[in-house]
Structure formats: structure tokens, C-alpha cells
């Protein structure tokens, strides 16, 4: 295994975007992007989803919900 499984989740369920330093955008889509951040407690790099909700309607605003479980980082 190339990492370390207890790594991928959060240490804290009131993580917010400045435990983060962005670094660069990785791919865009048709509803948002990925970008590759780095977390700043122990450096290791994470790809975050980032998705425009005042772009979508109100059905593609709830299937992008309905994506979000309980071990999201952040949900703004």
C-alpha cells in the first residue's frame, strides 16, 4: 500500500479550508474542479472537489449533496 489508510481521515470533524494551502488545480469539469492542496498539520497532499452550488439548479444542487457524507472535510 503506497500510504497510510488513518492519514485519509480527518483528525477533527471541524476541519475548515485553512487547515489547507491550495497548490494548484489538477482538472475541471463540467460542475467545478479538483485542486491539489497540501494539509498543513503533517504536509501530506490531498485532491479536495471544488463545485460552484450557486451555478447548479436545484436538482443538481441536491444530487451534489447527496455526495457529501459525514467524513467530508468541509462543506461551504
Given amino acids: 500500500m503506497y500510504f497510510k489508510v488513518d492519514r485519509l481521515r480527518p483528525t477533527s470533524s471541524k476541519q475548515s479550508m485553512s487547515f ?3 497548490i494548484r488545480t489538477v482538472g475541471k469539469g463540467a460542475y467545478g474542479s479538483a485542486v491539489l492542496y497540501r494539509k ?10 471544488e463545485i460552484n452550488m450557486h451555478d447548479l439548479n436545484a436538482a443538481e444542487r441536491q ?3 447527496n455526495e457529501v457524507d459525514s ?4 462543506k461551504t
Wanted: aromatic share 4%; net charge negative.
Fill in 40 to 49: 498543513k498539520d503533517d504536509g501530506s497532499l490531498v485532491i479536495l472537489k
Fill in 71 to 74: 467524513e467530508t472535510l468541509a
Fill in 63 to 65: 444530487m451534489a449533496l
Fill in 20 to 22: 489547507f494551502e491550495k
